[in-house]
């Protein structure tokens, strides 16, 4: 019996060859497909991607001029899921088509779920691409054993999931929301120079202090000192660098977002990852 399969789309006003260019570099994927993985990386020319069940593998066909995507996700399991995408020329535009393949295992509702996560990773490449801003809709994630990754609907104690882990400036995702990710992390000594040239970046103090000193359009800098419970708000394009002498923290921003921002001040410390966030163990 023949497996089932939908084709999930979305057009793009931008070239073909610029989309197909950017959709792939592997290191885009946590921008345009968060729930696929929270993090990327390339070992010995091989690319993994981090997962809530640890890491997996992941591999485009090679590059061609025909615009296809096909790619291979290999789960922490061994299993391989192989995924086909096109990107087709449209004139100066594009249509990204994705083929979502149905499982055996699959329900009515599983199905139907996984092809609006699709549908929500096309629409986030879309505005990328075109500089145009999202509009409301769940991140993305993976779901069943076609997708991998994502976040459960159970409630989180901030408290616990602080505990889980001990890595300072190396957030977790604790929830997400539209287009957002809600991220916890530990804090210790000093992060680095960085901006985030298209959003702000909110910060809740949990426990201890966080010190985040601003520089102005002038070279100008003032630090502000923050206590548990205290909320502030780095506005984008602005300059900053967070310190701490202990302590944790709550923030909210867009998923994708870099921990060391589009762009940073010499080199990162080596107690600060430079992350888009990484899923709770």
């Known amino acids: 019996m023949a497996s089932q399969s939908r084709h999930v789309s979305e057009w793009i006003d931008r070239r073909a060859a ?20 929270s993090a990327v990386e390339e070992v010995d020319g091989h ?3 981090e997962t809530p069940s640890g890491r997996a593998g992941f591999a485009f066909v090679g590059r061609n001029e025909y615009g296809v995507l096909d790619h291979e996700v290999t789960l922490p399991s061994g299993e391989v899921v192989h995924n086909p995408m096109r990107v087709v020329p ?14 055996a295992d699959m329900t009515d509702e599983d199905f139907a779920r996984d092809a609006s996560l699709v549908q929500a990773d096309l629409t986030r490449l879309k505005h990328l691409l075109e500089g145009s801003e999202p509009s409301p809709g769940r991140a993305p994630e993976w779901a069943g054993s076609v997708r991998i990754g994502g976040m459960n609907t159970k409630p989180v104690n901030l408290t616990e999931a602080l505990a889980s882990f001990d890595d300072v400036y190396s957030p977790r995702i604790v929830a997400r929301m539209n287009d957002y990710d809600v991220r916890i992390a530990h804090t210790l000594g000093e992060h680095v ?38 909320t502030f708000v780095v506005p984008k394009g ?14 909210f921003e867009p998923s994708g977002t870099l921990t060391t ?10 107690n600060v990852d430079s992350t888009t966030g990484h899923e709770l163990p």
């Open 18 to 37: 610029d989309v197909y260019e950017y959709a792939s570099d592997p290191a885009n994927l946590p921008k345009w497909a968060p729930g696929l993985g």
């Open 47 to 49: 690319w993994f991607v």
């Open 90 to 103: 449209d004139g100066d535009a594009c249509e990204v088509v994705f083929t979502l393949r149905r499982l």
């Open 193 to 230: 120079w960085h901006v985030h040239e298209d959003t702000d970046e909110f910060f809740l103090v949990l426990d201890g202090r966080f010190d985040i000193a601003i520089r102005d359009a002038a070279g100008v800098e003032t630090t502000v000192v923050l206590h548990k419970g205290d």
């Open 238 to 251: 602005t300059e900053h660098k967070p310190s701490s002498p202990g302590g944790s923290i709550l923030m």
């Open 261 to 270: 921002g589009d762009r940073h001040e010499g080199e990162v410390p080596g």
